[in-house]
């Protein structure tokens, strides 16, 4: 079945600067990659999505990137501000699935 | 309108009682999920039931049963609980076909 690796599992960065967030993962049948963002004591919520077809793909601050031959993606948050301090969660899904198969998450961590 | 609600949201009890939690989506999804976290944030899936159907079934033990009465409705009732039981429980909707996930808020079951 599908396995998803994401690192790093913490991430400090100053406002203002860039944060990437790196996933993996080991079924070539995946075709759907969403990113989650989870505030403390909330439920995750939907920020991002890429399909295979696509290499990239940019919303305002937010971007992600996705090699399928090397079966890894990214998420990247320019001019991170303190709001974006949450935890992140890649997920992969294998066509014709309805398994959603999630990362163990990056505490990300925005110093004013 | 809250799109995927799920009561309680918090649930403390005593270890071997049964408790039941209940999911209800507003959306028009036809799958529903059931995933639990716990302490370190992992998010793992449980079941998931696509109109009715169930067709995902972890490894779970057979104390957690799940009941879907209509699409919109995905039930998690769990017998003779026990300490590891504690944890967040999150149901979820999604359209189907690599959609994304809808969350509800969330359950924290604490077993004392």
């Known amino acids: 079945g599908e396995n998803v690796e994401q690192h790093p599992s913490t991430l400090s960065v100053q406002e203002g600067d860039s944060a990437v967030i790196k996933c993996t993962y080991s079924?070539?049948?995946?075709?759907?990659f969403p990113w989650y963002k989870q505030e403390l004591g909330k439920r995750p919520q939907l920020i991002i999505d890429?399909?295979?077809?696509?290499g990239e793909k940019k919303d305002q601050r937010i971007a992600v990137t996705l090699n399928k031959t090397a079966k890894h993606f990214s998420l990247h948050i320019t001019e991170t501000q303190p709001e974006d301090s949450a935890v992140y969660f890649c997920?992969?899904?294998?066509?014709?699935?309805?398994?959603?198969?999630f990362g163990k998450g990056t505490k990300l961590t925005v110093n004013p | 309108d809250t799109a995927v609600s799920q009561t309680p949201k918090y649930l403390v009890t005593q270890m071997g009682n049964d408790k039941s939690i209940k999911c209800e989506q507003n959306?028009?999804?036809?799958?529903m999920y059931w995933y639990k976290q716990d302490s370190k944030k992992f998010l793992k899936i449980m079941f998931s039931?696509?109109?009715?159907?169930?067709?995902i079934n972890e490894t779970v033990p057979n104390r957690f049963s799940p009941k879907s009465p209509d699409k919109a409705h995905l039930n998690l009732h769990i017998n003779s609980l026990e300490l590891g039981d504690s944890a967040v429980y999150f149901c979820?909707?999604?359209?189907?076909?690599?959609?994304?996930?809808?969350f509800g808020s969330g359950t924290r079951l604490t077993v004392v």
């Open positions: 979820a909707s999604s359209p189907g076909a690599g959609g994304g996930y809808t």
């Open positions: 079924d070539s049948a995946s075709n759907y």
């Open positions: 890429i399909r295979s077809n696509v």
């Open positions: 997920a992969g899904l294998r066509g014709g699935s309805e398994k959603l198969v």
């Open positions: 959306l028009g999804h036809d799958t």
């Open positions: 039931y696509n109109n009715k159907e169930l067709i």
